[in-house]
Nanobody, 115 residues
Framework: QVQLKESGGGLVQAGESLRLSCAAS????????MAWHRQAPGKQRELVAS???????NYVDSVKERFTISRDNADKTVYLQMNNLKPEDTAVYYC?????????WGQGTQVTVSS
């Protein structure tokens, strides 16, 4: 079994930064894709950023040039550096990973950006 533990969420003002972390434990070997999704109240969950096992990254247009996804394979951790946060970034942020052919989700961490 694989467990994902997210941290780093909080309440910030517009223009400030946060760094989210998601650490995998348990039977998390040879992790392939790692990603961050978010879900705002009343909206569908959306993919924010992903990073492949080889380090290729993808971002939703609304966060390009502001967010950076990275990973530490030794620590089995994926990060999301969020700069110049905007009120519309307010959401619960979830990480997920694909390992050994299965998809796992974290429990989510709240990010709230005030104007």
């Amino acid at each position: 079994q694989v467990q994902l533990k997210e941290s780093g969420g909080g309440l910030v003002q517009a223009g400030e930064s946060l760094r989210l972390s998601c650490a995998a434990s348990g039977s998390a070997f040879s992790i392939n894709r790692m990603a961050w999704h978010r879900q705002a109240p009343g909206k569908q969950r959306e993919l924010v950023a992903s990073i492949s096992g080889g380090g290729t990254t993808n971002y939703v247009d609304s966060v390009k040039e502001r967010f950076t996804i990275s990973r530490d394979n030794a620590d089995k951790t994926v990060y999301l550096q969020m700069n110049n946060l905007k009120p519309e970034d307010t959401a619960v942020y979830y990480c997920n990973i694909i390992t050994q052919g299965r998809l796992y989700w974290g429990q989510g961490t709240q990010v709230t950006v005030s104007s």
